[in-house]
């Protein structure tokens, strides 16, 4: 486990460099200029120039990738051209809502998904499966801003039961959980469709094998063999589920920040990419990159703590 | 053992990171949820949402309206306008005089201070200018004071700014919000961007970036401190939300109320609305370097086809309809030029058309992706229609747009011009003068006697002599028409109805020191 563990913290390391080598020359080679866009269009040519110069934008390309590539192995993110702070300090500000949404919708899709797929697996074909399904359904086929924004019509403005939005309060307090509510909803409700879906496949998969039916052969009571016996095994590919939408979480709180007015690394990125603010958008991809990578690693590592026949050595 | 080790090791890695994140948020949200407490009516609190972060808060290193709104509490300019008349009036200057055409003598009002205690005197407006117009500073607009030749000090209240021609528009640029006045001990120790020290009635006491800034009323103002104690720009990046916490009380101002939302806000019970005439422009522009485009017949055809008053009658009141490029709250502007142009007559526009043989002529129409735009490329397409001009559609997004809208890469497309001074020198110049073209001129509209009318109306400080020169140069325009123009912008705001003293100028621009709540 330990060599796993350290030969993919290498990869790692020249995954994200070649990351940061894509996301720099397809920044810099996209349409659109970040002088101009600081400038405005206000700006005459003198002051677009006079910009371009501070932002150093008149190297040549290679020489600024290289500059930007020393740094980064420094530590140093650099500093954004819009609001020139520093890229880290930046990320860092917003990393903690990301997290606590994503964590808070991974929560909300597991409180919801995998008992629906548990149970529309017990009673395939009943009519609670078909609700469930249809509801899965519809959970993968409704876009987030229209959820994120009827939810606030119905809660936040005509029952008034929760704010509007922002994430405003620390996470812990009466406040903060409200806060969080809708938005973990309006992000969680996709995934917990995904994880229904794959929970009950893989369910169905697991009561209809060999060993669940010795078990029940040997007398086995019913709630032993679909706790133990069949809910362990049926969890391996849900896992892998949970782990990958929380990676994709990460990235994709982007519209569901938008809508609830949640300051974190998605809407930094978009913002960042509207301004073309290169060193912003490069270091977000970097930061999102590598959690992504590590999560991944923590599912191999769960992987093997739940199912024994799984060596990575 | 070892394989377990490592994985529980893996483990609290993860909940570490969650645990220090959740810790961080804590800290930087805490104090943020206090600002929406003011329905009570007492607490002379109150939370603005704007759509778009702060980027920064040096008035020397920002152009964008949103920092401005902030800029406006925490800094000052030596002139300012008035709001009803939009007159220019001494705000930190005293007095000036012009005992030459290209020399202009500020006299300081005495005794006003920074927030950090440094006087505000002849030595902080020389380092102010000096450094917007020093090229290594690389300011946004370092342009508001290209024609100023050198600056020197008289005495401590006293500055004399010297231009290498007459220039004009020198009162329009000393009260646009980024010749506001810092300073400079606390520039040279820190970075303004981060931490602004103005002399205006507000001073920053917390900023989470990206989120919100909050400021608090500077006790030592030198008019008097403000009424509000402490005001919160909150950023709420969906207009549907910004309305919704409006309604709910968990914002209190809003502005820039999109056209199509104009009606829920104003049936909002407990809110307030205003709008006023702005200076902002709209318009439809022909990249001139381009056939037909560069044919007046062609571009009067288009002029015809266009139904306006149906286009700003959509805009729910939002817009005004005139044929003067330099709008109405703009100096400069004539009422005359309204009775020019080309209104709208499909008839005439489909007898040019097929007089030139432009019948179904396909026109590349560079649209960006904003919902206004989007909306005028639609009504526009759709009224060329009507006429026999097929027009196609390219949808580009911003950042993108603005780069290529300066290049010869399209036939015809629609920009705004916001003119922040409100002076018409500053929106015929960047936009319709020659030495613009490749930058904000990006219909290339290179007319000499129209070139020569602007000049006049710049390198002249006689305000009668520009006013007569701005609108002889505007008629040349309107009847030339590098433009449609589509509508004059108008301000709009909407707030809790127990806040008093909100006054929206024209440019935009809004100033809080007045604002309290009952």
């Given at each position: 486990?330990?060599?796993?563990?350290?030969?993919?913290?290498?990869?790692?390391?020249?995954?994200?460099?070649?990351?940061?080598?894509?996301?720099?020359?397809?920044?810099?080679?996209?349409?659109?200029?970040?002088?101009?866009?600081?400038?405005?269009?206000?700006?005459?040519?003198?002051?677009?120039?006079?910009?371009?110069?501070?932002?150093?934008?008149?190297?040549?390309?290679?020489?600024?990738?290289?500059?930007?590539?020393?740094?980064?192995?420094?530590?140093?993110?650099?500093?954004?051209?819009?609001?020139?702070?520093?890229?880290?300090?930046?990320?860092?500000?917003?990393?903690?809502n990301t997290?606590n949404l994503a964590?808070a919708s991974?929560i909300v899709s597991?409180?919801i998904?995998?008992?629906?797929?548990?149970?529309?697996?017990?009673?395939?074909?009943?009519?609670?499966?078909?609700?469930?399904?249809?509801?899965?359904?519809g959970g993968?086929s409704i876009p987030n801003f229209w959820l994120g924004a009827m939810l606030i019509l119905v809660f936040a403005v005509h029952f008034q039961w929760l704010p509007v939005g922002g994430l405003d309060a620390?996470f812990?307090?009466l406040q903060g959980f409200k806060e969080m509510i809708l938005p973990a909803i309006t992000l969680g409700t996709g995934s917990a469709a995904?994880?229904?879906?794959?929970?009950?496949?893989?369910?169905?998969?697991?009561?209809?094998?060999?060993?669940?039916?010795?078990?029940?052969?040997?007398?086995?009571?019913?709630?032993?063999?679909?706790?133990?016996?069949?809910?362990?095994?049926?969890?391996?590919?849900?896992?892998?589920?949970?782990?990958?939408?929380?990676?994709?979480l990460?990235?994709g709180t982007i519209i569901t920040e938008q809508v609830f007015a949640i300051n974190g690394?998605g809407r930094?990125?978009i913002?960042?990419?509207?301004?073309?603010?290169?060193?912003?958008?490069?270091?977000?991809?970097?930061?999102?990159?590598?959690?992504?990578?590590?999560?991944?690693?923590?599912?191999?590592?769960?992987?093997?703590?739940?199912?024994?026949?799984?060596?990575?050595? | 053992?070892?394989?377990?080790?490592?994985?529980?090791?893996?483990?609290?890695?993860?909940?570490?990171?969650?645990?220090?994140?959740?810790?961080?948020?804590?800290?930087?949200g805490?104090?943020a949820s206090?600002g929406g407490s003011?329905s009570?009516?007492?607490?002379?609190?109150?939370t603005f949402a704007q759509t778009s972060?702060?980027?920064?808060?040096?008035?020397?290193?920002?152009?964008?309206?949103?920092?401005?709104?902030?800029?406006?509490?925490?800094?000052?300019?030596?002139?300012?306008?008035?709001?009803?008349?939009?007159?220019?009036?001494?705000?930190?200057?005293?007095?000036?005089?012009?005992?030459?055409?290209?020399?202009?003598?500020?006299?300081?009002?005495?005794?006003?201070?920074?927030?950090?205690?440094?006087?505000?005197?002849?030595?902080?407006?020389?380092?102010?200018?000096?450094?917007?117009?020093?090229?290594?500073?690389?300011?946004?607009?370092?342009?508001?004071?290209?024609?100023?030749?050198?600056?020197?000090?008289?005495?401590?209240?006293?500055?004399?700014?010297?231009?290498?021609?007459?220039?004009?528009?020198?009162?329009?640029?000393?009260?646009?919000?980024?010749?506001?006045?810092?300073?400079?001990?606390?520039?040279?120790?820190?970075?303004?961007?981060?931490?602004?020290?103005?002399?205006?009635?507000?001073?920053?006491?917390?900023?989470?970036?990206g989120d919100h800034?909050?400021?608090?009323?500077?006790?030592?103002?030198?008019?008097?401190?403000?009424?509000?104690?402490?005001?919160t720009?909150k950023v709420v990046p969906d207009v549907n939300t910004e309305i919704s916490m409006l309604q709910t009380g968990q914002v209190d101002f809003i502005e820039n109320v999109p056209?199509e939302q104009w009606d829920r806000v104003q049936n909002l019970k407990g809110i307030?609305?205003?709008?006023?005439?702005?200076?902002?422009?709209?318009?439809?522009?022909?990249?001139?370097?381009?056939?037909?485009?560069?044919?007046?017949?062609?571009?009067?055809?288009?002029?015809?086809?266009?139904?306006?008053?149906?286009?700003?009658?959509?805009?729910?009141?939002?817009?005004?309809?005139?044929?003067?490029?330099?709008?109405?709250?703009?100096?400069?502007?004539?009422?005359?030029?309204?009775?020019?142009?080309?209104?709208?007559?499909?008839?005439?526009?489909?007898?040019?058309?097929?007089?030139?043989?432009?019948?179904?002529?396909?026109?590349?129409?560079?649209?960006?992706?904003?919902a206004?735009?989007?909306?005028?490329?639609?009504?526009?397409?759709?009224?060329?229609?009507?006429?026999?001009?097929?027009?196609?559609?390219?949808?580009?997004?911003?950042?993108?747009?603005?780069?290529?809208?300066?290049?010869?890469?399209?036939?015809?497309?629609?920009?705004?011009?916001?003119?922040?001074?409100?002076?018409?020198?500053?929106?015929?110049?960047?936009?319709?003068?020659?030495?613009?073209?490749?930058?904000?001129?990006?219909?290339?509209?290179?007319?000499?006697?129209?070139?020569?009318?602007?000049?006049?109306?710049?390198?002249?400080?006689?305000?009668?002599?520009?006013?007569?020169?701005?609108?002889?140069?505007?008629?040349?325009?309107?009847?030339?028409?590098?433009?449609?123009?589509?509508?004059?912008?108008?301000?709009?705001?909407a707030y809790k109805?127990?806040?008093?003293?909100?006054?929206?100028?024209?440019?935009?621009?809004?100033?809080?020191?007045?604002?309290?709540?009952?």
């Amino acid at each position: 486990m330990s060599a796993l563990i350290i030969r993919r913290f290498i990869q790692m390391i020249f995954l994200l460099i070649g990351i940061s080598f894509i996301v720099f020359i397809s920044m810099h080679l996209a349409p659109g200029d970040p002088a101009s866009i600081i400038g405005g269009p206000t700006a005459t040519k003198a002051d677009i120039l006079g910009i371009r110069q501070r932002l150093g934008l008149d190297q040549p390309i290679l020489v600024q990738y290289w500059n930007y590539l020393v740094g980064l192995l420094h530590g140093d993110f650099g500093v954004s051209f819009q609001t020139q702070r520093s890229v880290a300090a930046e990320l860092f500000t917003r990393l903690p809502n990301t997290i606590n949404l994503a964590i808070a919708s991974v929560i909300v899709s597991v409180i919801i998904g995998i008992p629906a797929g548990i149970i529309s697996a017990l009673k395939q074909n009943s009519w609670l499966d078909v609700f469930s399904t249809t509801l899965s359904l519809g959970g993968i086929s409704i876009p987030n801003f229209w959820l994120g924004a009827m939810l606030i019509l119905v809660f936040a403005v005509h029952f008034q039961w929760l704010p509007v939005g922002g994430l405003d309060a620390p996470f812990w307090t009466l406040q903060g959980f409200k806060e969080m509510i809708l938005p973990a909803i309006t992000l969680g409700t996709g995934s917990a469709a995904m994880i229904a879906r794959m929970g009950r496949s893989s369910m169905l998969e697991i009561i209809h094998s060999d060993f669940v039916r010795t078990a029940r052969a040997k007398g086995v009571k019913e709630r032993v063999v679909i706790w133990v016996h069949c809910l362990r095994n049926a969890m391996i590919p849900v896992i892998t589920v949970i782990g990958l939408n929380f990676g994709f979480l990460l990235g994709g709180t982007i519209i569901t920040e938008q809508v609830f007015a949640i300051n974190g690394i998605g809407r930094l990125m978009i913002e960042s990419i509207g301004s073309r603010d290169f060193p912003m958008v490069q270091g977000a991809v970097l930061l999102v990159a590598a959690i992504f990578v590590f999560v991944n690693l923590v599912v191999d590592i769960v992987y093997a703590l739940i199912d024994p026949r799984i060596n990575y050595d | 053992m070892k394989r377990i080790g490592f994985s529980i090791l893996a483990f609290l890695v993860l909940v570490g990171i969650v645990l220090t994140g959740c810790s961080s948020s804590g800290a930087s949200g805490g104090s943020a949820s206090s600002g929406g407490s003011g329905s009570s009516g007492k607490a002379q609190e109150m939370t603005f949402a704007q759509t778009s972060k702060v980027v920064g808060l040096s008035p020397t290193m920002t152009n964008d309206s949103v920092s401005q709104n902030v800029l406006n509490q925490i800094y000052e300019t030596l002139f300012t306008r008035d709001p009803e008349t939009m007159e220019i009036k001494p705000n930190l200057a005293k007095s000036y005089e012009t005992p030459d055409d290209k020399t202009w003598v500020i006299h300081l009002n005495k005794g006003i201070k920074f927030s950090d205690g440094t006087p505000l005197n002849a030595e902080a407006v020389k380092y102010t200018f000096d450094k917007l117009r020093d090229p290594k500073t690389g300011a946004p607009r370092a342009s508001l004071l290209s024609a100023v030749d050198s600056i020197t000090t008289q005495d401590d209240l006293t500055v004399v700014i010297k231009t290498k021609k007459p220039y004009g528009p020198m009162l329009a640029a000393l009260s646009h919000g980024n010749s506001a006045i810092i300073s400079p001990t606390a520039d040279k120790k820190q970075d303004l961007m981060k931490k602004p020290v103005g002399s205006g009635p507000f001073m920053l006491k917390e900023w989470v970036p990206g989120d919100h800034v909050t400021l608090v009323k500077n006790p030592d103002y030198w008019k008097g401190p403000a009424k509000l104690d402490k005001v919160t720009f909150k950023v709420v990046p969906d207009v549907n939300t910004e309305i919704s916490m409006l309604q709910t009380g968990q914002v209190d101002f809003i502005e820039n109320v999109p056209s199509e939302q104009w009606d829920r806000v104003q049936n909002l019970k407990g809110i307030k609305t205003t709008k006023k005439a702005g200076t902002a422009v709209s318009y439809l522009g022909f990249n001139l370097r381009r056939e037909p485009m560069n044919n007046l017949e062609f571009r009067k055809a288009i002029s015809y086809a266009i139904d306006r008053d149906a286009y700003v009658k959509q805009l729910n009141g939002l817009g005004t309809k005139s044929n003067s490029i330099i709008g109405p709250k703009i100096f400069g502007y004539d009422k005359s030029a309204e009775s020019l142009g080309y209104d709208y007559d499909p008839e005439k526009a489909k007898q040019i058309i097929k007089e030139n043989g432009w019948d179904g002529k396909q026109i590349d129409l560079l649209v960006a992706n904003t919902a206004a735009y989007m909306q005028m490329g639609q009504i526009v397409q759709d009224q060329l229609k009507k006429v026999g001009i097929n027009a196609k559609i390219r949808t580009m997004e911003w950042g993108t747009f603005l780069d290529v809208s300066k290049q010869d890469k399209f036939d015809m497309t629609f920009l705004g011009w916001s003119n922040s001074t409100a002076d018409g020198s500053e929106l015929l110049y960047p936009n319709l003068g020659g030495d613009n073209i490749g930058a904000s001129n990006v219909v290339a509209f290179n007319n000499k006697k129209f070139n020569t009318l602007v000049d006049e109306s710049r390198y002249t400080v006689d305000q009668d002599v520009r006013k007569e020169k701005l609108k002889k140069a505007n008629e040349l325009a309107i009847k030339q028409a590098p433009w449609v123009v589509m509508d004059h912008g108008v301000v709009t705001g909407a707030y809790k109805d127990d806040i008093e003293g909100i006054d929206i100028l024209p440019t935009g621009d809004w100033f809080l020191y007045n604002v309290s709540r009952k």
